[in-house]
């Protein structure tokens, strides 16, 4: 039986009624930028995240670009980050005319590792962005702890709605960052049909700020305060989200379920580690993702019985050629190097049914002769 890497299909069908009128009203009304879809939904997105503000913007990428502005960063400016992530977490960086500086992540959880970020904090330093990678969130509180001064951005394009006990409060993704940021790609946890993204912050000076920089930096329309951008979320993406979003909790949940259940599934075979289930650390498992040994053997199998996988992600970037000016040496961020070589990640999504999930448990197992 074939099982998709990801079947936005399924979960459209569930929903279509409620998103179809969602985006009739919007295409009744003929006002497709910013407006009250979009209002609505930054509102909800801030009650989620407990955040004063949310701040819609037309894709996660931008939404690291305005945080990064709004915290002017520029050139000759360091923003310490991870490598292995999605390539705008650094891609952003530099287009800012700032230098990426990366540091080695945590084995266990794939986030950053937070001494090695402050070992690489210097008088340059104007952030760090930590990544809630694969919907877990990355430990800010311990960054913080080391480096109290720096302005954290939490990439958590991934984990909207992901939480995490700090000093016995249950802290949400976004809720305890200088600024942060979600992405609504389509294959996010909370996707939309398009491009999209979103700001948090609890600083109203940087809420006010982030708003004028997604509209060409004037707070009023023709007079420019400051030169910012263009990254203004579509009202018709607003409305897709903001039906879909009182599903998240539940989605995220399904998603919970089925890596419990692949985690067991996979309890005795000692080539592949599994993702760690930590509910003082609740993940919206945007990806599962194991470390499986001989995992492209692994990935060519589940091919060819229709079995969908993904590598997130194949070269860390202080790999990628596009960054040799930075001067990294293969074997110089051993963990981010060695994930890259052992990550699969398998189909989580919601809607999997029971003998999808056994069709990929018996799968994965027969491959390592289970
Ligand atoms: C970790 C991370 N950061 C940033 C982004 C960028 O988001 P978008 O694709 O909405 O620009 C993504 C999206 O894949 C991501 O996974």
Same mark, same amino acid.
């Given at each position: 039986?074939?099982?998709?890497?990801?079947?936005?299909?399924?979960?459209?069908?569930?929903?279509?009624?409620?998103?179809?009128?969602?985006?009739? /009203?919007?295409?009744?009304?003929?006002?497709?930028?910013?407006?009250?879809?979009?209002?609505?939904?930054?509102?909800?997105?801030?009650?989620?995240? /407990?955040? !004063?503000?949310? +701040?819609?913007?037309?894709?996660?990428?931008?939404?690291?670009?305005?945080?990064?502005?709004?915290?002017?960063?520029?050139?000759?400016?360091?923003?310490?980050?991870?490598?292995?992530?999605?390539?705008?977490?650094?891609?952003?960086?530099?287009?800012?005319?700032?230098?990426?500086?990366?540091?080695?992540?945590?084995?266990?959880?794939?986030?950053?590792?937070?001494? %090695? *970020?402050?070992?690489?904090?210097?008088? !340059?330093?104007?952030?760090? +962005?930590?990544?809630?990678?694969?919907?877990?969130?990355?430990?800010?509180?311990?960054?913080?702890?080391? $480096?109290?001064?720096?302005?954290?951005?939490?990439?958590?394009?991934?984990? +909207?709605?992901?939480?995490?006990?700090?000093?016995?409060?249950?802290?949400?993704?976004?809720? %305890?960052?200088?600024?942060? $940021?979600?992405?609504?790609?389509?294959?996010?946890?909370?996707?939309?049909?398009?491009?999209?993204?979103?700001?948090?912050?609890?600083?109203?000076? +940087?809420?006010?700020?982030? /708003?004028?920089?997604?509209?060409?930096?004037? %707070? $009023?329309?023709?007079?420019?305060?400051?030169?910012?951008?263009?990254?203004?979320?579509?009202?018709?993406?607003?409305?897709?989200?903001?039906?879909?979003?009182?599903?998240?909790?539940?989605?995220?949940?399904?998603?919970? *379920?089925?890596?419990?259940?692949?985690?067991?599934?996979?309890?005795?075979?000692?080539?592949?580690?599994?993702?760690?289930?930590?509910?003082?650390?609740?993940?919206?498992?945007?990806?599962?993702?194991?470390? %499986?040994?001989?995992?492209?053997?692994?990935?060519?199998?589940?091919?060819?019985?229709?079995?969908?996988?993904?590598?997130?992600?194949?070269?860390?970037?202080?790999?990628?050629?596009?960054? *040799?000016?930075?001067?990294?040496?293969?074997?110089?961020?051993?963990?981010?190097? /060695?994930?890259?070589?052992?990550?699969?990640?398998?189909?989580?999504?919601?809607?999997?049914?029971?003998?999808?999930?056994?069709?990929?448990?018996?799968?994965?197992? *027969?491959?390592?002769?289970?």
């Amino acid at each position: 039986m074939p099982v998709p890497l990801l079947d936005l299909k399924a979960q459209h069908a569930l929903i279509r009624d409620d998103v179809v009128s969602a985006m009739l /009203r919007v295409v009744d009304d003929q006002l497709f930028i910013l407006g009250e879809p979009v209002e609505r939904l930054e509102r909800m997105v801030a009650d989620l995240s /407990r955040t !004063r503000h949310a +701040i819609g913007c037309a894709s996660g990428t931008d939404a690291l670009l305005l945080a990064m502005r709004a915290l002017d960063i520029g050139r000759g400016d360091e923003v310490v980050t991870a490598p292995f992530t999605f390539f705008a977490t650094a891609g952003t960086v530099h287009n800012l005319g700032a230098t990426p500086v990366f540091v080695d992540i945590d084995p266990d959880t794939f986030n950053i590792a937070p001494d %090695a *970020a402050a070992a690489a904090v210097t008088s !340059r330093t104007k952030a760090i +962005i930590p990544i809630d990678l694969f919907g877990q969130m990355a430990p800010l509180e311990e960054i913080r702890a080391r $480096t109290p001064a720096i302005p954290i951005i939490e990439d958590a394009a991934q984990s +909207i709605g992901a939480n995490r006990m700090i000093g016995g409060q249950r802290v949400m993704a976004g809720e %305890a960052a200088t600024i942060g $940021t979600f992405s609504f790609f389509p294959s996010k946890n909370l996707g939309g049909y398009g491009d999209g993204g979103m700001m948090v912050t609890q600083d109203d000076g +940087i809420a006010e700020r982030l /708003r004028r920089l997604r509209v060409h930096g004037g %707070a $009023t329309q023709y007079f420019h305060d400051e030169v910012g951008f263009n990254s203004r979320l579509d009202a018709l993406q607003a409305a897709v989200l903001g039906a879909k979003l009182p599903h998240l909790s539940h989605w995220s949940a399904g998603r919970r *379920a089925n890596a419990a259940y692949y985690t067991s599934g996979f309890a005795d075979v000692p080539e592949l580690r599994t993702p760690c289930i930590d509910p003082a650390n609740e993940s919206i498992f945007n990806q599962y993702t194991l470390r %499986a040994q001989r995992r492209d053997e692994l990935q060519a199998y589940l091919k060819s019985k229709g079995i969908g996988s993904a590598i997130y992600y194949p070269l860390p970037l202080h790999l990628q050629p596009c960054f *040799a000016y930075l001067g990294y040496k293969k074997g110089q961020l051993p963990e981010s190097e /060695r994930a890259a070589q052992e990550v699969i990640s398998l189909p989580v999504f919601p809607e999997l049914t029971s003998s999808q999930l056994d069709e990929v448990v018996g799968t994965v197992r *027969a491959f390592y002769g289970r």
